[in-house]
Structure formats: C-alpha cells, structure tokens
C-alpha cells in the first residue's frame, strides 16, 4: 500500500474534520450522547418494615427494621437497612452516628454465630453444641451450689445463700428477659448477682 | 419544631423528578424543561450542630459506600477529607473569639453545596456526566463519568473526589433517590438536634431567618445566611453565628466563585483554541489550492547532479 | 559550524538523479513514534478539550479509556520528543542566514525559494517548529503531570491545578497549531515526506529548499558515498 | 429521670454538669435545642473539658473532676445569701422546717457518728426529733438553729465563690455568672432542668453529687414541674429496666431490698420496711410494701408461696454484707473465693476498673460463660493480643463458654428508657448462624438445673424446683409471655377495698395496676412499679398513639411509663399549696376542688386535698428532704471530698482522704497515687465520644471509620511543657497501669489553678479493646483505681492521677 497517499489523504481528511467539528464547537451542532439515569432506585421499595427502638442508649430512639423477607410470614428475614422512626415522640426520625449505623451492629462481622469452648490452657476456641454447652453449664453449676451453699449461718438462722457462683447481667436485654433471668438466677440462691448499672 | 422527615414508604413510587427535568447537562445541551420544579435545598444550622457525624454514618449507610478505617491524626474529622466513600465530612476548628475571650468549637458539615451555577458541571467534559434538575440537586451520573477530575477543578469548595477503584467522581447527590420519592436526605433525617433541615428552597430561607434572630439575640451580631451569590445561590446553605468571617469555619469560602482560570479555559479558551486551529487549517488548505505545491524542478535536479560532480571534480 | 547541520551518516550518492540521506532509520522510527503519539494525543486531547469533540473518545474506546491512555501516550511522547531533541538540537540553532528568510517569508510561500538566502539543513519555519514543538512540549508535560489526577493530584493544590489546566489547554491549542504548520508544510513542499519515510531527498529537493547543507555535505569528507542507491 | 426526654422542651435553662448529653445522648439532646430555639432557653455547661455539649452552650464554666459538691453547694450557699430561693415550695414541699435531733454536728468534714476503722458512721443522730405525737418535729418560720434550713444554710456557708474558685479551679466570674442564671429559676416561672449521667455517679461521692443538684433543684422549686427535674441520662438502653426488675446484688423487682441474715422471717424482714408516716395524713406509699413483696413472691414461686410459709420467705438468700457488687465480687474472684461466673451480655473485662486486678480474678475461675450477640474482651480475657492484653493463655485454666446471643434485631420485648417508658418492639431479622434469644438460654439452663435437681437432688433443691414456670412452651417462653407475668394476675378475684362490690380484676384475668395488688397472696405480680403495663386491655408498652394535647410533651398515650404511665414524678408539686399551677403556662395537673386532673397522671391520690397530703408520696415525710437522716452511708448533706486519687489536698477538710465512708479493700489503698502526688502530678478522667456506644461500635465498621483509634487528649500548655505533638505518641501510666495513645492536642482542655497550684488535665476516651473493626487500643481500666461511691460502688472513673510523657510510638 501506498503509505504516502494514505498519509495525505487522511490528514486532508482531519483537516476538515476538524475545521467542521470547530463550527460544530461554536455552536452549530449538538451532540446527543447516550443518557444514563441519573437517579438511584429507591432502596426501600418492596421491603417489609419493623417497628424497634435503638439498643444503645437510653434515650431508646424509635426505629425502622427494613428487612428482604417478612418474619410474621414465617420468612427468612435479612434487615438491609436501618432509619430513625419519624413517629416516635423522642426521636422524631432522627438517630445519633451510633444508631444511624445500626446495620452494621446487625450484620457486624464479629457477630457470634455458634457456641464455643476453651479449654483451660487452651490458646483458641472450638466450636461446641449448644446441647453440650448447656449440659456442661448447669453440670458445673450444680456441683458449685451442692458444694458451697450456705443453708444457715454461724447463728443457725436460714440464709439459703449461694455466693461461689456470680451472674452478671448487661442492661440492653429486654425486661422480659431480665425478669426471666432474675427468676432462674435468684431461684439458685445467688447473690453475686449485678448488672451494668452498677458502673 | 421543623417539620421532621416523614418515614419513608416502602411501596414503589415513580421518582417525581427525571431526565426530562435536567436544567444543565455537561458537554452537552439539553432543551429547557416544560417548567421549573421548585427549588429544594438543605439548610445546616452551625450554631445547633453539635458535630457528633451522625450525618456522615446515615450518608454511608444510605448511601452504601465503603470507607476505610483510618487512624487517628490528632484530629477529630473522621475520615480526615472527604472521599469518594465519605460524601459528607464534619469539620472542626477552634477558636479563640478576640471580643469575647471564649473559645468557640466551630464545626462545619461540609460537602456538595449545589451550587445553582456548578463549577463541577461547567468544568466536565463527558456529556452527561454532571446533571442538574430544576429543582437544583446537581447529580453526578457515573456511567458517563471518565474520571477525570476536571470536576473538582471546577468547584470552588473542593467537593468531588475520584474513587481509586471504579475511576468515577463522587460527591453529595443530595439523596436524589430519596428527594424523588418525597423523602429528605439521609442526613437530614438523622441530624439529631436538627441542625440539617431540608426543604424548598424559600422555606429553608425562612426558617433561617428565624435562627438568625435567635443568634443575634445570643449576641451573635454577625450571624447570618451562607448563600453565596458568586455561583448564583447554593442548594445547601449555612447559618452561621460569625457570617462575616466563614473562613473561620474550617476555611469555608467568603466569596466563592467559579476559579476565573477555570471560566477562561472552559469559556474563552475553548472557543479561541478551536477557532485558531480552524482557521490554521483552513489557511493551510488555501494556501494550497491557491499556490499549489512547491515542487523540484527539473532544474534543480540538474543544479544538484552539476553540484555533485563539480566537487568530484575539486577534490580529484 | 558545518558540522552541526550534518548527520555523520548522511552522504550524497551521485546517480540522476542524486540521492541524498537525510534521516537515518533510528531518526525515522523516532520521528514516528513521535507523530504517532502526538496525533493520538491531540484526537484524545481534544475529545477532552470540547465537548462537541467528545466523540473523539470513541477512537480509543470511551471516555473512560481516553482519560487513561492520554498521559501515558503524553508520557511516550515526551521520551520520543526528546530523542528527537537530542539529534535534532544542534542543527536547529539559530543562524543569521535565517533572519533574511524570515524576512522574506513571503516569498517562501509563494513558492519564490530562489529569492532567499541558501539554507542548511533547516529553515527558520522548520526550526521555528522545532523550538516551538521543544517548549510547548515541556510545558505540556508539566502541567500534564499535575492534572494527571490519577496518579498526581495529591501533590498540588486544586489552586494549582486549575492554572496548569488553562496552560495545559492553551499549550494544546498551540502545539496543534504548530503541528498544522508543520504537516502542511510537509505536504505543501514536495518531496519532504519520502525523507521521513526513506531516509532520504533527491537532490533537487536539497538544492532546492537546503542548499547550504547539500554544498557542506558535498564537501564533506567522506561525504560521497558511490553510486549505490540509499538502502 | 423525674421527668421526660420530651420535657425538656419546657425548660428556661438547661444545666449540663457531669454528664456530655450532645455527645453521649444527641437525640435526646435534640430536645434541648428544641427549648433553646423555641423557648430562647439558655444552656450552661459546666465540665473540665469543653465538649461538644459546651460547643452549643450559652455559657460554659470549666471545673476540676470531683469537685462538684463545692460547686453545686457553692450555688445554694449563693442562691440563700442572695434570697433566691422559692420559698413557699421550700416551706411547703421540703423538710426545710424539720427540726434535726441533738447531737448531729459535722466538724472537719466529719458528720457525728464516724469511725475510722470501720470507715463508717453510727448514724444514729442524723434524724428528726420526734415529738410526744409520734410524728417529727417541724417548725414552720424556720426559726429553729436546729431546722434542716438553719443547718443547710451553715453546712454551706464555706463554699464561697471564692472556695469554689479555690477548690474547682471555676474562675470565680463564671462561677458568678452561672450563679446569677441558675438563682432567676427560683422564681416559680423559670424552670431549669439538670441533665447528668456518669460525670456525676462515676466518683466515690457519686450519689452526693446527684443530691446536692437535687437539693439545688428543690430550693428552687423546680421538681415535679414541666421543664425542671433531675434527670439522669442514663447509660445503655435498658439500664433503667434492669435497675427497676432489680438484677442487683440487694435488690427485689421494684425497688424492693433482699432481706439480710438478721431478718429470719417476713415479719422480722416488714419492721424495716413499710414506712409509718412522719407526718399527719401523708400517704407513705411503701406502707404497700408487703403487698408487693407477697405478689412478687407469688410471681416467683407460685402455689409454692403460701401464707404457712411466709409466701417462700426462706426461698430468698439473705444477704450478710450490703450487698455482692461488682466490685465486690471482683474482689472475691480475686481472692479465689468464686468459682463460676456468667456474663449476659456485660463486657467485663472492659468494663471495670483496674483491668490487670480483672484478668487475674477471671484467670481464677473454674468456668467462665458469656452470653452476647459480639466476640467480647472479656470472653477473650485469656488471648494474647501484645501490649493491649499482654497474658499466657497456657497459664490460665479457666474454662470459657461463649454462647451466641441474639441482638435488638432479632427479638421482641420492652426496654425501660431514662424517661421511664417501657417501650416494645418487634424482631425484624433472622439470627446469624445458631445465636438464641437470651430467653431462650435462661430457660435451657434453669430447665437443665431442674432435671439435674429433680434427679440426684442436691443442696436446698426447692426453690428450682418449685420456680414457677407457667410458659406454653417450657424452653421457650415468649416475650409476651414474661410481660404479662411482669404486669401481673389476679390468682382471686379482687375487690375495691373501699367498695367490696367493685371487682378490679376476676380471678385468673390480667391486673389493671398495682393499685390492685394484695397481700393475702390472691395477685401475682412481678415487679409492681411495672403493673398495668400490659393489662386486660392490652400491651401497653406497645402503644404508638402520638397524641399530646397542647403538646405539653407528655405523650400519655404512647407505650407505657411506670409509675402508673405517669410522665412526670412528683407532679403534685408543680402545683401550689392550694393546687394551683406554680406556673399557669406549665401546667402539669390541678386540683379541681374535688380531685387532681391536667396533662399527666396524678403523681398523688387523686383525691387526696392539697394542704393535707404532701407530693412526695414516698416519703413518710410527704416532702422531700434537703436533709436526708440516716438513708445515705456517707453524711445526711453532701459535703466536698476530694477523689482518692487528688492533685490537691482538701482546702476544706486536709485531714480527710477521699470519701471516709466510701469502702475500700485492702490492697487496693496501696495502689492509690498519693494526694499532690508529684509521681502522678496530672488529674485524668474517662469519658465516652458521640461516635461510639462503649465497646459495642468498634464492632461496627462505620462506627470505627468516624472515630478509629484510641487517643488522649490534653492542653496545648502540657503538650508544650512535655515536649507532646499535635499527632503524636504518648505513654500515660497511673500507679496501676500504662497505656500508649495517639496525643489530641486541644483548646478545649486548659491547665486549671486549684488552690494555688497548676492542675493539668488528662482526657482518656473509654472506646477500644482487642476485638472489633476498630484499631487495637487501651481503655481507661487500665489506669483507674478500684474504688466505688460510698452507697453504690459505682467505680470512680472520673477522677484519677496520671503521668504522660511523649514516646515515639506505639509498642507492638
């Protein structure tokens, strides 16, 4: 092939390209580019909502679960975001940094997902049943009390106490929770017994 | 109280504002929408702004962006500058106020102003790139970005930045997907002492009006409305207890304008620089076809083999 | 003095007509790469520069790939350019003959070459391109690099930025229009091209346009070669 | 809290000292700038590092950690020299009048009865004289020298601005200035609120921090008003609840106390308890204490509390200490004498002071469980992580089960907020993996238990056995289940007891409040303060009406507040004498001349007459009390003590070290800096940030991206004088540990001049541990000292001495 001509033909070529794409530049043309929609879809179509408060603090701020799937259906429920409830009276909608990233308290990395054991000495944890989890506990609970609680005192009066085993309750259960687990604990005997309201 | 940001629905609903209402397209026209939507923008009160970011964690959350955890710099911004996962950025500086003898921690919530003429949008050569609705949210579409970051050249408050992996610009959208359904932004729903309001444009200028008497009557003689008119207005607007001096809030522009260096290379340069090439092109192609190329002639063939062979003839 | 116009491998081969070398291989293969580079430069350049030239992009597959490629094929064209410089420098320093060119440039383009003085291997137009290529080349460089956003924008201001961008515009616009004037003339002036695709000029086309340094090269030592035609 | 999160909407003047609600509560927060937009209320910050709170102050007042009670009696001394006082409620409403026994004295910062080597008092001669009538003595003109008000008056009389000055570092022109704000809310138009939280409880004298404000509050007359109060922000979500069903070493459902070894039997145990009244025709509410004690009993133990049996008295432990706290218990860990512990949800090993004193007591157990929804520091004590928790795993033979537990997310329920609402809610996800509902495990290990005991028998067996489990599904029980056992049953059908016609609830229906409640064993209730919660008509908690008539904030019919879904206690006294409005505009309730009616739920009988019952209804009083006899460990007044760890000696009582009454055990003093010490010259205090909910967030990647690694902050003026930079590294060590930080250098924190001496200040934010998205760090127990408030050992994190010094970085 004849490079010179091509060569000289092509820049001919962009020579008056250029010249007529520069009147199109002074605005006698338009060019129509593909458009591409600008606007995200709304994220929260087609999701099931529930009513909850933030598990944090206690101003207890009002918020919406938005979850892929419906648990009162007896679905499989995954949350996919979290807001402020705009109903609630403290709140109003609003959520403090904490609360606004309440997803990913839900969906934490280091969110446990089964039972683990560490044996004495151990330098890791394995993986247990929760069966076995629950029989080792009150196995070990039951020796503990039959060994060491106290029926009477030196004054021979009845004090039914048990204080070689503690309990320690957090303060972000529910309050049934914490009644049902006052039950239980209380019950044994137990008095080392607190939760987080103490510091 | 502002009206709060009612809960969001979750049934679908067709987006109130679209490609038909685009007032401005970058590198490219777009014809004049039928009628103007009203105006919306995003009021941040800086004198009930208590800094504590929950507008920067509801905008990641919404927005489904991936900051990095970072370190800490001895400072107290999280990220420490806005990134392509991080649209919004609480600012803070300490002042020592000279009249008062008191120190004021003034915090600002930065991040996309919306400018009503967006520097980004005047500066972006990929056609539709930048957008901008006639409600006022300037959107950038990311399909059409090319990454080039004459964006953040263009804006005068030094918003956009590039994301390192999908090679696309990034900024504040205002929630435009939230804004089209009715909603407000994430922000501003989250904005716990409501120091981020949301509105239409007149509503916003009002209830500022009302903080701003407050403010004077707190001895803020200064404060004032953050709405500046070197780029027509803005979308999102401050008060501001010392409106006389926003430098001090972390260095927010007093007079924010379109750099002129930017102006002069999207205006005059643009049309000049093609003009001249035109012009040297068309020159060219006239000077052809009016001289005609300059060829060899016989003659000098023969002057150059006479050349050759006198020299021959000198050095023999 | 003479030595600075001539190549150590030109030489003049008698025949009819005569041949006569001008750039080596290496010098051809630069120059390529060299116009190759700031033709695919100015098409993405440009594809950048205005938006009704955007479809510009199209060339190198979208806009996202045009950003990318253009400082890379700015990169290559500085290390070619600058090959080109360090061959090239020396004959295109500044001679007294080329003021009274200059002066009668009128007479150039009408083609009236007779009336101006003898020229060594470059005209003042060809070295006015080489000068102007050399300094807008530099400065597109350096602004090129601080809006290289990728790779540089942490290392200046926005500030900076934005005067390196109006540089950077303006340099373009210029380089190009050099570029015009330095294709044009190429196509304008017979026989110029086959030297960059050959190697080499009839003899005519030395006696024409660069007499001087055909005479020096004809008198150079060694100079000559024989009869065999130019490889 | 007395009042609301809503309330706060009314207030004129917002008081923010000892706690950061900005930062550590933003959207309750939100109601301050609400009062502040739309009421032109004015906020004071008063607090030893300018905070986020102070950023949106009207007026901020530095103070020196642990000097609060010089402030606060600095503020009544200058509210009663300058008659800004609102003395009819003074008169009406408090004890102010009430003639004080012979004998009480208080000398050089010792109230009478003290001994030493107890670190104890005899309180015997902190009480009313009692007159011929059997009620306490009460002189109206407050003439008497012996009348709480004469005592207050020169109880106080030493703090002077310039005392204050002196003591909390306070420049005495914004003392003077807060002074001035704080006395126009005496008149009965202004109201002003107090927001605190752990600044105030964190300290050996936390719970006279808190009545020293109160006391304030009362001689202004802002208790029991719309937009005044003592409101404590509270910590996490369900504290409040937890407290109120008495998860606490002493404690009963409602505020009821566990017997102790000298009450062997219920009658001996009701002697202490249902309080006579003091006074004529007051109401004395806990004299319905036997009611709630039987119904709990009968919640707890059902057919098997029987009146043979004292309703299972023997049932309950009895206590023979004041109670197992924490740190008591910590303590015994320590000395080997706990064997097994369970963690629900309660990260310890983060959370207590003295963190090496904590691995040591955890490495001594046999078994320990933790139960939550993240991987806890504490269920990792025994992993070696460096420097941030630097142990031998081989060398600890704990045995450690961690068992999954599920999130707010994922379970329905009620929390208790600060406010007092019981507020439910509903799951909305699926657990991850195999994690349980808390509910779910108490059920397995108590129904476990049972089978082991109903086997092999074992000690004492009858309480487990015979623990009432009435649940549809035994290993299950559900949410509404537990509710409605809180709420309470009618086991009989109860009668109006002034009109035996009137039937409140069948037998077997739910109760409708604890007004019905009996002591013959014919209602079941759980925790009675919680009583009406989710009656016959219904979950209450999960009520959502938002109505609020003239948006008083009340919000009556929005879920449930306990007492009784009354949002404001001690409404009666917003009223006057006659039961008029103190301040027609912030009307809570008024007497009609027949009965109590307005916005809220009487805190009073309603049709108890306005000058014959007084509104402090759980007072045998019926008034509240400046002067508090002998119900405090550590003095019937607030009085100033310095922290244990002090950077000055106590300009009003040199002799005295800390709290005298607060408990310490031995080998703990030993780890105390000296007063002055020069060792550890810098006064440090832990606080919580805006960007994290204690060691939950660093869980959460957000959460670590806005507030990554662990800091302290200081002055310009020390990093200056230690050579510290702006970004640095920084060792800072108390006498019991060391830590290694990111430096914040701030404005927001300047040098303090405490009586004549330079006092620099230390900030040491309380986010990181070894587990999470965060970056490793140090928390504050590192360095703080094991010591508690003298009547809730609450450990003293908030005032502690340091050293620092600038290090080149981190050691790995």
């Known amino acids: 092939m004849n490079i010179e001509l091509s060569r000289r033909a092509f820049l001919q070529t962009a020579g008056a390209g250029l010249a007529g794409t520069t009147l199109g530049a002074l605005g006698f043309g338009d060019i129509e580019a593909a458009h591409a929609a600008a606007i995200r879809s709304f994220k929260l179509a087609n999701t099931t909502e529930a009513r909850n408060t933030c598990p944090y603090c206690s101003v207890a701020c009002g918020v919406i679960l938005y979850s892929k799937g419906d648990l009162r259906k007896g679905e499989q429920a995954e949350i996919t975001h979290i807001e402020g409830d705009t109903d609630h009276p403290t709140n109003r909608g609003t959520l403090c940094p904490k609360g606004s990233a309440l997803l990913g308290f839900v969906k934490a990395p280091t969110r446990l997902q089964q039972p683990m054991i560490r044996k004495p000495g151990a330098d890791k944890f394995e993986p247990t049943t929760w069966e076995d989890a629950i029989d080792r506990i009150a196995r070990l609970m039951k020796d503990d009390r039959d060994q060491n609680f106290v029926a009477t005192n030196n004054d021979g009066v009845t004090v039914n106490r048990w204080i070689t085993t503690g309990f320690l309750a957090a303060s972000a259960t529910t309050n049934e929770t914490a009644f049902e687990t006052y039950k239980v604990v209380r019950s044994t005997g137990m008095l080392v017994f607190d939760n987080q309201a103490r510091v | 109280m502002f009206p709060p940001i009612a809960n969001p629905s979750v049934t679908d609903v067709a987006p109130r504002f679209s490609e038909k209402d685009l007032v401005r397209r970058s590198a490219s026209t777009v014809p004049a929408p039928a009628e103007r939507l009203t105006e919306v923008a995003k009021l941040i009160d800086v004198s009930k702004c208590i800094g504590c970011k929950a507008c920067q964690t509801a905008c990641i959350e919404w927005n489904d962006t991936h900051p990095e955890v970072g370190v800490n710099a001895g400072v107290y911004e999280n990220p420490p500058d806005l990134t392509p996962d991080m649209f919004t950025l609480m600012r803070f500086s300490e002042w020592e106020n000279p009249e008062t003898n008191n120190l004021e921690w003034l915090i600002r919530k930065d991040g996309c102003m919306h400018c009503e003429d967006p520097g980004c949008l005047k500066a972006c050569p990929a056609p539709g790139a930048i957008v901008q609705y006639s409600n006022g949210i300037v959107d950038f579409v990311h399909e059409n970005c090319i990454g080039c970051g004459y964006c953040i050249k263009g804006c005068p408050f030094n918003i956009p930045r590039i994301s390192r992996v999908d090679h696309t610009a990034y900024k504040c959208t205002l929630c435009s997907d939230r804004v089209a359904v009715g909603q407000g932004p994430a922000c501003a729903k989250a904005c716990p002492t409501q120091a981020i309001v949301f509105g239409t444009k007149e509503e916003m200028k009002q209830h500022a009006e009302g903080r701003i008497t407050d403010l004077k009557a707190r001895g803020y003689a200064n404060a004032g409305l953050y709405d500046p008119p070197g780029v027509g207005g803005t979308h999102v607007m401050y008060v501001l207890h010392h409106a006389d001096q926003p430098e001090l809030y972390s260095g927010l522009p007093k007079e924010p304008r379109i750099s002129p260096l930017v102006e002069a290379w999207k205006g005059i340069t643009k049309y000049a620089g093609l003009t001249v090439l035109g012009v040297a092109a068309g020159v060219g192609l006239l000077h052809h076809l009016v001289m005609g190329p300059n060829r060899v002639s016989d003659t000098d063939e023969e002057n150059a083999e006479r050349l050759v062979r006198s020299d021959r003839h000198d050095s023999a | 003095m003479t030595a600075h116009d001539v190549e150590p491998d030109n030489a003049v081969h008698p025949g009819k007509p005569v041949t006569v070398d001008r750039y080596t291989v290496g010098a051809r293969i630069n120059h390529w790469i060299t116009a190759a580079s700031l033709i695919l430069l100015a098409l993405s350049g440009l594809a950048l520069f205005h938006p009704s030239l955007f479809f510009l992009s199209g060339l190198f597959g979208g806009g996202q790939f045009t950003r990318f490629i253009h400082p890379w094929i700015g990169v290559v064209l500085f290390f070619s350019f600058f090959g080109l410089f360090i061959r090239f420098w020396k004959a295109n320093l500044w001679k007294r003959e080329d003021g009274t060119w200059l002066a009668r440039i009128r007479d150039v383009l009408a083609n009236h070459e007779e009336n101006v003085p003898e020229v060594g291997k470059y005209n003042a137009g060809q070295k006015f391109v080489f000068w102007a290529m050399s300094v807008l080349i530099v400065i597109l460089i350096s602004s090129g690099l601080v809006i290289w956003d990728q790779y540089f924008s942490a290392y200046t201001t926005v500030g900076q930025q934005r005067v390196a961008l109006l540089v950077h515009a303006i340099a373009a616009v210029a380089i190009i229009g050099v570029w015009i004037i330095h294709a044009y003339s190429a196509l304008w002036v017979r026989g110029t091209i086959p030297a960059m695709i050959r190697g080499s000029v009839t003899g005519g086309w030395a006696w024409r346009h660069h007499r001087k340094w055909l005479r020096e090269l004809v008198t150079k030592p060694g100079g000559r070669s024989g009869s065999k035609p130019a490889e | ?184 809310c005496s008149s009965p138009t202004k109201a002003m609120t107090s927001m605190y939280a752990l600044g105030w409880t964190q300290h050996s004298k936390g719970s006279q921090n808190i009545r020293a404000m109160a006391m304030l509050q009362l001689i202004l007359g802002n208790i029991g008003v719309r937009g005044g109060g003592m409101n404590a922000l509270r910590g ?46 007051q109401m004395s509410y806990w004299q319905n204490y036997r009611k709630f004690f039987v119904s709990f009993q009968k919640a707890m133990y059902g057919s098997a509390a029987t009146p043979e049996n004292d309703f299972a008295y023997d049932y309950l432990p009895k206590l023979d200490v004041p109670g197992y706290d924490v740190l008591r218990a910590f303590d015994m860990m320590h000395q080997g004498k706990i064997n097994l512990y369970l963690c629900q949800g309660f990260n310890a090993l983060q959370a207590f002071p003295n963190k090496q004193k904590i691995t040591a007591s955890l490495s001594k157990l046999k078994l320990l469980v933790v139960m939550d929804p993240l991987a806890t520091e504490t269920a990792r004590f025994w992993e070696n992580h460096g420097a941030h928790n630097d142990v031998d795993p081989s060398a600890i033979q704990t045995e450690v089960i961690e068992l999954p537990s599920t999130c707010f997310a994922e379970d329905d329920g009620s929390l208790t907020n600060s406010g007092r609402w019981l507020q439910w809610h509903w799951a909305g996800g699926t657990p991850p ?57 009618a086991l009989a059908k109860v009668t109006d007891t002034a009109d035996p016609t009137k039937v409140l609830a069948e037998a077997g229906k739910l109760l409708p409040g604890f007004a019905a409640l009996r002591d013959d064993g014919s209602t079941s209730c759980g925790c009675w303060i919680y009583s009406g919660c989710f009656n016959e008509k219904g979950n209450n908690m999960a009520r959502r009406d938002t109505d609020d008539p003239d948006e008083t904030g009340a919000y009556l019919k929005w879920a449930f507040s306990w007492p009784a879904n009354r949002r404001i206690l001690y409404n009666r006294a917003s009223a006057d004498l006659n039961g008029k409005a103190w301040d027609p505009d912030r009307k809570v309730i008024e007497w009609d001349g027949a009965k109590w009616s307005g916005y809220d739920v009487p805190d009073i009988a309603p049709t108890a007459k306005p000058g014959e019952v007084g509104p402090f209804i759980m007072n045998p009083e019926g008034v509240s009390r400046l002067f508090t006899r002998g119900m405090m460990r550590d003095g019937p007044f607030p009085a100033h003590y310095e922290p244990f760890e002090s950077p000055i000696v106590n300009p009003v009582a040199p002799n005295v070290r800390g709290n005298p009454a607060a408990r310490v055990f031995e080998g703990d003093f030993r780890q105390f800096a000296e007063p002055a010490s020069a060792e550890f010259p810098y006064a440090a205090t832990s606080y919580r940030l805006t960007e994290h909910f204690h060691f939950w967030t660093k869980h959460v990647v957000v959460n670590a991206v806005m507030q990554p690694e662990f800091f302290v902050e200081i002055s310009e003026q020390l990093a200056a004088e230690k050579g510290i930079a702006k970004d640095g590294w920084v060792r800072v060590w108390s006498k019991r540990g060391s830590v290694t930080a990111k430096a914040m250098v701030t404005k927001r924190i300047k040098p303090l001049t405490c009586d004549g001496k330079t006092v620099h200040i230390v900030g040491i934010p309380l986010h990181w541990g070894f587990t999470g998205a965060a970056k490793k760090g140090f928390g504050p127990n590192m360095l703080t000292p094991y010591v508690g408030d003298a009547n809730i050992e609450t450990p003293e994190y908030k005032a502690f001495l340091v050293n620092i010094e600038p290090v080149s970085g981190p050691v790995a």
């Open chain 4, 433 to 489: 993996g195999e994690a349980k509902r808390d509910t779910w495990i108490m059920a397995q290990i108590h129904l476990r238990l049972k089978e082991l005991y109903r086997g092999e028998g074992g000690a004492f067996p009858d309480p487990i056995l015979n623990l009432h489990w009435p649940y549809a599904d035994p290993g299950d029980p559900t949410a509404e289940e537990i509710a409605q056992e809180i709420n309470g049953r």
């Open chain 4, 1 to 184: 809290m007395t009042n609301s999160w809503t309330d706060i909407r009314n207030t004129d003047l917002v008081v923010i000292m000892g706690g950061n609600a900005a930062e550590a509560h933003p959207c309750g927060f939100k109601w301050v700038t609400e009062a502040k937009a739309n009421r032109g209320a004015k906020l004071i910050v008063v607090d030893p590092r300018y905070t986020r709170s102070a950023s949106v102050s009207d007026l901020y007042a530095p103070i020196r950690q642990g000097t609060d009670i010089a402030f606060l009696l600095g503020l009544i001394n200058y509210c009663i020299e300058n008659d800004k006082v609102q003395r009819d409620y003074v008169k009406a409403f408090t004890n102010a009048g009430y003639v004080v026994k012979q004998g009480f004295t208080y000398q050089d910062g010792l109230f009478s009865g003290y001994d030493e080597a107890k670190r104890d008092y005899d309180k015997s001669s902190w009480d009313y004289e009692i007159g011929a009538d059997g009620f306490a003595v009460v002189d109206d003109t407050l003439a008497n020298p012996r009348c709480v008000w004469n005592l207050l008056k020169n109880h106080v009389a030493v703090y002077t601005p310039e005392m204050v000055e002196r003591i909390c570092g306070t420049p005495k022109d914004k003392f003077l200035k807060v002074a001035e704000m704080v006395a126009e």
């Open chain 4, 236 to 281: 996490h979500s369900n504290i409040q609840g937890l407290t109120d069903v008495g998860l606490m070493s002493n404690l009963l459902p409602g505020y009821l106390t566990l017997p102790n070894e000298k009450e062997p039997d219920l009658n001996a145990y009701m002697s202490t308890r249902g309080f006579k009244p003091l006074r004529p025709n």
